[in-house]
């Protein structure tokens, strides 16, 4: 009697969550654009008070030009999580599928960045497991060294709880921990996928081990991949250098919001700890929070938050603002320089036939 009880229970649960899954993202969405305007309307006249000096215009192309330059290297890490699954692939391709499929995640359900990467993967002969296992890997490292940077930064986390941070992320990553996380995830999405696409259905059905030979084309031009033999962790060891690739990534983001809020004001030294720490954990919470495409909204509101009681909000709110703008124009550059490299490569393999 209890079983069946439960088992009541639980399908009342999953039924709740599929009705209301769908009006998540806006809950989300508008609960932190109530925010943002709040905000806003109370600090109005600060914000109307703020002006745009003429020497803070090189500041903001600088910004735009290390936001730019922090897509291409997160692209170049991408390759990095990549070869962590045994698949060779060119520091070019993959700047280039990224920066062509980042300006997806604009795009409501902010999931049809990392599809774009999956197929462009498997076009280019990378095996469907890897390929998604890879876009997998990618934002929980990169949310790992988010929250890695904002925990030494932010000075309103005591030492002990820094201490604590680090070692619960540190030993979160490591393979025999991630590996069932990610291959968990993976059965999640390949189930949620079943009923829309045929081919995920099958997908689903395998056993989430691939081999480390492939029949495709990539597989047959590296003498990388020899074995047959089934791997059944994909992770093999600790991603280290991928998880420094992300830091560094984060870093350069941080470096364009901290050059945008420079050019509305004057920051101390003091304050820039703080302001590096407190992008980090925004930008974290714009990354794993759902329904958000591109972060859009709670990075304005958990920014405000953080900042509001170090600097003016007015200009928070105005720094935030730009620094939206700007990680958009960062957004379709990359987009715009890969169709272009694109058609470069097309060009010259014709000249070649």
């Not at 769908?22 to 008070?49: C, D, M, Q, S």
């Amino acid at each position: 009697m209890g079983k069946q009880h439960l088992h009541r229970i639980q399908n009342f649960l999953n039924l709740a969550k599929s009705r209301l899954q769908p009006y998540l993202r806006y809950l989300i969405l508008g609960g932190t654009f109530l925010f943002i305007a709040k905000a806003f309307l109370t600090h109005w006249r600060e914000v109307a008070n703020i002006q745009i000096r003429a020497e803070s215009f090189p500041l903001l192309a600088i910004a735009l030009g290390v936001t730019l330059l922090s897509l291409i290297f997160v692209g170049w890490v991408w390759m990095l999580i990549l070869r962590e699954f045994r698949q060779p692939v060119t520091a070019a391709w993959a700047i280039q599928v990224f920066l062509k499929t980042n300006i997806a995640k604009y795009l409501p359900g902010n999931i049809w960045h990392f599809w774009g990467r999956i197929l462009d993967a498997k076009k280019a002969g990378i095996f469907p497991k890897a390929a998604t296992l890879s876009v997998l890997l990618e934002p929980l490292l990169m949310a790992s060294a988010g929250v890695l940077i904002g925990l030494i930064c932010f000075d309103k986390i005591n030492w002990f709880l820094r201490i604590v941070g680090w070692a619960a992320i540190l030993t979160a990553i490591h393979p025999r921990i991630l590996n069932p996380i990610v291959l968990f995830v993976e059965r999640l999405k390949l189930s949620k996928n079943n009923g829309e696409n045929s081919q995920a259905g099958e997908d689903a059905s395998e056993e989430l081990n691939f081999r480390a030979e492939s029949t495709s084309n990539l597989a047959k031009k590296t003498s990388n991949v020899k074995s047959r033999h089934k791997i059944n962790l994909p992770i093999k060891r600790y991603p280290l250098v991928p998880l420094i690739g992300q830091m560094c990534f984060i870093g350069l983001r941080g470096c364009g919001f901290l050059l945008t809020v420079t050019a509305l004001t004057p920051v101390n030294f003091s304050n820039i700890p703080n302001l590096f720490g407190a992008f980090c954990f925004a930008f974290v919470v714009g990354l794993v929070v759902p329904g958000a495409p591109g972060g859009m909204g709670v990075f304005e509101a958990t920014a405000i938050a953080l900042l509001s009681d170090r600097f003016s909000t007015g200009i928070i709110l105005s720094a935030v603002a730009l620094y939206r703008i700007i990680s958009i124009l960062a957004d379709v550059s990359g987009a715009f320089l890969a169709k272009l490299d694109r058609q470069r490569n097309q060009r010259s393999q014709k000249r070649r036939i």
